[in-house]
């Protein structure tokens, strides 16, 4: 019996390098060289599997809508894309405990926190929201899309909420870790209706993977 297409969208930039050797320990292998390569999407080892290679935060987006049938993307993202209601059901079943970091509060090293209404800068505008609004603390939310240390340097906000991982880029920049919002690592994500059509298909691959992540810890 021939097996339906099954399409995985894959988040480029650093999650990539750690999801590749994954993937193939799965035994799912690209038939090219994804990071030399300009296409978007690739065949693999196997004739119903296509791997597609998008922005870590369209990740979500592909998934939720059907585009494709499962995923790879930050815990980060996925809490965004589901606090800004772009996302609703998706299933997450396998934490793959790669880009292992934390989402973190920072601050300028020492600075007092003003006593009302907070300014707080991130990428991560929904889920700050939902932070701050769940301790009772009101904020005022600023959208940036990088460099997030600077913003308490220049006066545009008070805290920031980003990603942690060695420490380094908030200490080269005079800031300190505050409060711990969550430990984040990649998550495999599988869309509703693909957990449904080909729950056949994806099942091996979700306890090929896991074998694989537990082979590792
Ligand atoms: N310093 C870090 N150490 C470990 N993991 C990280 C770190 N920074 C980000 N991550 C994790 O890797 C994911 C992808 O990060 P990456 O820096 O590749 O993309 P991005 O800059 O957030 O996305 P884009 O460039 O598409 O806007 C993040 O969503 C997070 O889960
Ligand atoms: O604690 P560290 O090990 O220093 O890592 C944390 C940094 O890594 C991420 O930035 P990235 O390199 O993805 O750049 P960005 O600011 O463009 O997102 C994150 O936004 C922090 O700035």
Redesign the pocket.
């Known amino acids: 019996m021939s097996q339906q297409p099954l399409t995985i969208a894959l ?6 390098d750690d999801t590749l050797p994954l993937f193939e320990e799965a035994g799912i292998v690209p038939a090219e060289d994804i990071k030399k390569s300009r296409k978007l999407i690739f065949d693999t080892n196997h004739d119903h599997i296509k791997l597609v290679v998008i ?4 990740v979500p987006t592909y998934v939720e809508y059907g585009a494709a049938d499962m995923g790879v ?5 996925l809490m965004e894309a589901s606090a800004s209601g772009q996302t609703n059901s998706l299933y997450e079943p396998l934490d793959l405990n790669i ?3 934390r989402l973190m509060t920072a601050a300028l090293k020492g600075a007092k926190q003003p006593e009302g209404r907070i300014k707080v800068a991130s ?1 991560f505008v929904s889920l700050t929201k939902r932070y701050f609004a769940e301790q009772g603390r009101q904020a005022d939310i600023i959208k940036l ?2 460099g997030m240390e600077l913003a308490p340097i220049m006066g545009l906000a008070d805290l920031i909420v980003d ?4 420490g380094n ?1 908030l200490k080269a920049n005079g800031l300190e870790e505050r409060d711990l919002i969550a430990p ?3 998550r495999l994500v599988v869309g509703k209706a693909a957990m449904k059509m080909k729950h056949q298909q994806i099942q091996p691959i979700i306890e090929k993977l896991s074998a694989a992540v537990d082979r590792r810890r």
């Not at 988040?11 to 990539?16: P, Q, T, W």
């Not at 993307?73 to 993202?77: F, L, Q, R, T």
């Open positions: 988040s480029k930039g650093r999650i990539l922005r870590a935060t369209d993307a930050g815990k980060d993202v880009a292992t970091c990428k899309y990088g990603i942690v991982d060695t880029t984040i690592s990649s």
